[in-house]
T-cell receptor, first 115, second 115 residues
Framework: NAGVTQTPKFRILKIGQSMTLQCTQDMNHNYMYWYRQDPGMGLKLIYYSVGAGITDKGEVPNGYNVSRSTTEDFPLRLELAAPSQTSVYFC??????????????FGPGTRLTVT | AQSVTQLGSHVSVSEGALVLLRCNYSSSVPPYLFWYVQYPNQGLQLLLKYTTGATLVKGINGFEAEFKKSETSFHLTKPSAHMSDAAEYFCAVSILTGGGNKLTFGTGTQLKVEL
């Protein structure tokens, strides 16, 4: 298993541009999550999904959108990039029906800079 | 709602010395607690977790943590620090709900190991 994969690894955007951060997991996990990490702030939940077609807002959803058309994929969309969205983005997944429903598996992250 | 407080954003120890990273949590229901480690420019790796059962939890790389309900703490320790332990450490709390097992992270502690 590749686990959770994220693309791209790095990206520089200009203010006002849009982009999609890709996240794919091959563990057949129902739950998927997007976090952003800022220095000294820990990780904050942006959006999460409990299954295909079902998404919900986390703690810091403004400026982002998500969709979940398949179990495997959970892309994060930035429509109008702003400098405040400069961050490292992590995707994670978990399986509520397994023997360890609490553990989340993280991807390697996407480092985004908006200038 | 749950929250996590990590005391000390930076901790420095000598190689071979005891490592103690502090974590206190707040939760209205029985919590599930995690410690993650992040090496430079990498994703998060699970060190150890407490869900139920024994309150002293052993993890990878010689780390352990003890869940103390009366003190609402989950401090991370390692008897003897190694240079390779230098990294950022995150404590997190989770509850499992119909909306997923969302993690709430602390702000992180940067561990420096000196010769």
């Amino acid at each position: 298993n590749a686990g959770v994969t994220q693309t791209p690894k790095f990206r520089i955007l200009k203010i006002g541009q849009s982009m999609t951060l890709q996240c794919t997991q091959d563990m057949n996990h129902n739950y998927m999550y997007w976090y952003r990490q800022d220095p000294g702030m820990g990780l904050k939940l942006i959006y999460y999904s409990v299954g295909a077609g079902i998404t919900d807002k986390g703690e810091v959803p403004n400026g982002y959108n998500v969709s979940r058309s398949t179990t495997e994929d959970f892309p994060l969309r930035l429509e109008l990039a702003a400098p405040s969205q400069t961050s490292v983005y992590f995707c994670a997944s978990s399986y509520p029906g397994g023997w360890d429903p609490y553990e989340q598996y993280f991807g390697p992250g996407t480092r985004l800079t908006v200038t | 709602a749950q929250s996590v407080t990590q005391l000390g954003s930076h901790v420095s120890v000598s190689e071979g010395a005891l490592v103690l990273l502090r974590c206190n949590y707040s939760s209205s229901v029985p919590p599930y607690l995690f410690w993650y480690v992040q090496y430079p420019n990498q994703g998060l790796q699970l060190l150890l977790k407490y869900t139920t059962g024994a309150t002293l939890v052993k993890g990878i790389n010689g780390f352990e943590a003890e869940f103390k309900k009366s003190e609402t703490s989950f401090h991370l320790t390692k008897p003897s620090a190694h240079m390779s332990d230098a990294a950022e450490y995150f404590c997190a709390v989770s509850i499992l709900t119909g909306g997923g097992n969302k993690l709430t992270f602390g702000t992180g502690t940067q561990l420096k190991v000196e010769l």
